[in-house]
DNA sequence: AATATTGTTGCGACTATGTTGCAATAGTAC
DNA sequence: GTACTATTGCAACATAGTCGCAACAATATT
């Protein structure tokens, strides 16, 4: 599968970009209408397959999308944790990266971790 | 709202004792086929706030839950990690807590920290 | 033990998120 | 320009989880 270079993959991408946070799906057909459901769920997936972005999953189970900073094509680095506040729902990523330790034979192939709080400007109100 | 004690209550607690990994609804109404999907939504909803049971979002966003080991009823240890299999898709908690610290501002309220990957018996298969 | 109170249950309908099949459209390579 | 095939829109589908309401049942009260 080659993939093409089209409008709605741009604009979404663009939007991806201008967010300070990881962003729902919900969020991105906010800004954008005249691309398709469907299609927007597909370009995302397929960010997240090309290792563009990255899924967060919500405590709520929705997902989250967050552009890769510092990955390689090959090698991604998400071991990092993310934070969603309550009050205001946004997603954000966190700097550090954990470490993370497994029993023998277990094999990591991606990790999802989500913080639930209040952020510094929501728990201050 | 003062909890009353019921038959589906202590099934579905006994179902959740009975198991060694975290527990997805559609698992736990495969093994009842006398209390109605909504009440088991709602009785592990109810486990989930009493502090009797803990929620473990897996990647596709389903709902797992799992009984709380060492959780003062003021005071929960949820700082460990899950792990899924992307095979057997079993949930399962891992002991080590997890040590997690915040920028300034930032309040907690609750963690769920899923690796995905390859069990001890399905990465030898 | 009978009654009142109110938490719990079953049912059905509903919501929301995300996916898929298919035909039409539009990048890309030649 | 033409051929090839990835992409899109549409509609239908799938699934997980929630909610309102009336009937029921666990506790408390007498």
Redesign the pocket.
């Known amino acids: ?9 741009e604009k979404i991408l663009a939007i991806l970009k201008s967010q300070d946070y990881a962003t ?3 969020k991105i057909a906010n800004q954008i209408d ?6 927007i ?3 995302l ?2 960010f997240c397959e090309d290792g563009i972005a990255h899924r967060i999953i919500a405590e709520n ?3 989250f999308f967050a552009l890769c900073k510092d990955c390689e094509a090959e090698e991604h680095h998400h071991n990092h944790l993310h934070f969603q506040c309550n009050t205001c729902e946004k997603v954000e990523c966190f700097e550090s990266e954990i470490n993370i330790s497994l029993p023998n034979g277990y094999v990591i192939e991606n990790f999802n971790g989500l913080i639930n709080g209040f952020c510094n400007l929501c728990s201050s109100a």
């Open positions: 599968m080659k993939r093409r270079k089209t409008p709605s993959k729902s799906h919900e005249d691309i398709n459901r469907a299609t769920y597909r370009i997936n397929q189970g929705k997902q």
